[in-house]
């Protein structure tokens, strides 16, 4: 039997983290637009938009790579999960143009002079899983959600992507195809683990 300043005190907690969700479930979700950088100029062109006030999301993963020296040695690092894009919040899908003129910016996925935006929801999920991808974990047989991957083959063949939920021997897995984040089931088979590239 609880006494009554335990009782107090338990629907004091329950109030709270009741406030917590509602508070959290009313966050505003932001509009992402697609940046096609220069070859190598992910981290560049971030570190640009972010001076000029632009919110940006650079996804990344934790890779091992050889010492370009010493070849016996391995090096922990992170890469960008997608080769040559980020991600740049941008509430008008008609301004863009002074995000294409960044430095390290080749370009903003559009058309119709308006930009893209990325689907609701869908970059605060890839945002949601960041911290696990920048840890290097053991290999497993099978995957979770959260866990990066490669597409060994198939039409999306050598691009990187995130598992989102394993369904029988399929999982579905979110990955940057023709500019867009899409979410595409695959056979567990034809997923392997996300590796550096050369």
């Known amino acids: ?10 629907a004091t907690q329950q109030h709270d983290s ?13 509009h992402w637009c697609v940046a096609h950088t220069e070859p190598g100029a992910e981290r560049y062109a971030n570190d640009n938009l972010t001076r000029s006030g632009y919110a940006t999301y650079l996804p990344l993963i934790a890779v091992q790579r050889r010492d370009r020296v010493t070849r016996s040695l391995v090096h922990t690092v992170t890469v960008p999960l997608f080769a040559r894009y980020l ?10 143009r002074p995000i294409r003129e ?3 910016v080749a370009s903003v996925i559009s058309s119709n002079g308006r ?3 990325a689907r609701a929801g869908a970059v605060e999920a890839l945002q949601a ?8 974990t053991a290999r497993r047989a ?4 959260g866990d990066a991957v490669s597409v060994r083959y198939g039409i999306v063949a050598g691009h990187r992507g995130v598992v989102r939920s394993i369904r029988d021997d ?3 897995v979110q990955l940057l195809f023709l500019g867009e984040l899409r979410d595409i089931r695959l056979p567990l088979d034809c997923l392997g683990p996300a590796e550096a590239a050369p």
Do not use: I
């Open 170 to 172: 399929t999982a579905l």
């Open 1 to 10: 039997m609880l006494d009554a300043t335990t009782r107090q005190a338990v």
């Open 87 to 96: 991600f740049v919040a941008n509430d008008n899908p008609a301004l863009w």
């Open 115 to 117: 930009a893209h935006h």
């Open 102 to 104: 960044t430095p390290g």
């Open 129 to 136: 899983g960041e911290e696990a991808r920048r840890l290097l």
């Open 18 to 30: 009741a406030d917590t969700r509602a508070t959290s479930s009313h966050a505003v979700l932001r």
């Open 142 to 145: 099978v995957y979770v959600p």
